[in-house]
């Protein structure tokens, strides 16, 4: 008896030395700035397991913004940040092998008093306006480009401007040091929150210069060869982000539990700052490029080399598609 047990021993350790071994989820690093509302996603997926049920590990490592990130990325410290497709592009035209995968089409607007006058643009003339950002920011130069279409008007030449950061650009407009103000959607939710208006959404203006406004701006940026390595990631994280929209989307409950996390002053401020979330989620299914090439088109036109450097083109591969 003693020796058929040694024998059914010897017998299962063979049978499990012969059994495929299975591979470890790939860990996936990603550089993001925690104080930053990416980060209620990335919490989201790694919080509920999306990244594990959809067979990655999403380990995120904190940075300043996104000029740290992008250096990181390109240094190889990384395999993802999050950046605009533009970005891509010209990283793509320089010989880079990056890829977007789409998170967010939420843009901003120009804000103005609750009590403003301004009904347009133009009557911001002699005005002072807050731009989040530099000359070339991109919502800006949506912006310039239809005040000239729509109504006539150099928006440069007639107002004075102020460029700075998010937080310096939103304490300036409430402190009534601004007529108006171009800011990041999630700091013009809290200046919505706290009694500014659109005047003029950076979506509207974009749409009366024949843009896409379902164009997503930003996305997850993926280093090619780590995509290459795992022929399904790209499709995994795209699983995930989407998820993880869609728990909030009908969650309260995870709404409440990233609630610290977004450092609402208030409850009409998470609540603008929800809404403003939600309706950044981009639409299911591949990015147009032809849409993506006519932006492209205007943004070579008003940035010129200092946006896009010498990209003429849209470059392959720039967006990755379902099933790639």
Partial sequence: MKGLI???????????????????????????QLSGTVNWEADTIRHYGLDTSNGFSLEVIDVAGAPAA??????????????????????????????????????GGLMV????????????????IGVAGSPIDKSWLILRAYAQKVEGIDLSATTEQLFGAPPLIYKAALDGELQGALNFWNFGARMQAAGMRTLV??????????LDPETPLLG??????????????????AAAS??????????????????????????????????????????????????????????????????????????????HHPGS
């Fill in 6 to 32: 040694l024998l059914l021993g010897a017998f299962t350790a063979a049978l499990l030395s012969l059994a495929p071994v299975r591979a470890a989820p790939p860990v996936l690093r990603a550089a993001l």
């Fill in 70 to 107: 992008q250096i990181a990325l390109l240094a190889g410290d990384v395999d993802m940040i999050v950046s605009d497709w533009l970005w891509v592009a010209r990283e793509r035209a320089a010989g880079r092998d990056f890829v977007f995968i789409p998170y967010s089409r939420a843009v």
């Fill in 113 to 128: 008093p609750a009590d403003s006058p301004a009904k347009t643009l133009a009557d911001l003339k002699g005005g002072k």
């Fill in 201 to 210: 959404s950076v979506e509207q203006a974009a749409q009366a210069l024949g």
């Fill in 220 to 237: 997850y940026v993926v280093r090619g060869p780590v995509l290459k390595a795992s022929p399904r990631l790209g499709e995994a994280i």
């Fill in 242 to 319: 989407r998820e993880a929209k869609e728990r909030l989307a009908s969650d309260p409950a995870a709404w409440e539990r990233i609630r610290p996390m977004m450092k609402a002053a208030n409850d009409a401020e998470f609540e603008a700052l929800r809404a403003g979330f939600l309706a950044g989620i981009p639409k299911r299914g591949p990015v147009d490029e032809a849409a993506a090439a006519r932006m492209l088109a205007l943004m070579t036109k008003l940035g010129g080399a200092d946006l896009v450097g010498d990209l003429k083109e849209l470059p392959d591969g720039v967006f």
